[in-house]
């Protein structure tokens, strides 16, 4: 598994997503993976992205997209 954290601002601790990068059992097969913060992103100005653990030597990234969606003032 490869670990998926992120810290925002470039300060504090790396915080971890809901989940980790799992390629086991898809030999050669693309996966698309979803990783959700496990507690609310809110007024940032960067983010950074570590990955860490252990991977088939086939692991490669190919892509990475972020969705940001602001939230409606009430």
Do not use: C, H, M, W
């Amino acid at each position: 598994d490869v670990a998926v954290t992120y810290k925002v601002n470039g300060e504090g601790d790396f915080l971890p997503f809901d989940t980790a990068l799992d390629d086991t059992g898809t030999t050669g097969a693309l996966i698309q993976a979803t990783l959700k913060p496990t507690s609310p992103i809110n007024n940032i100005k960067s983010i950074q992205f570590k990955l860490d653990g252990t991977a088939a030597s086939t692991f490669e990234l190919v892509d990475i997209s972020v969705v940001y969606k602001s939230k409606r003032v009430k």
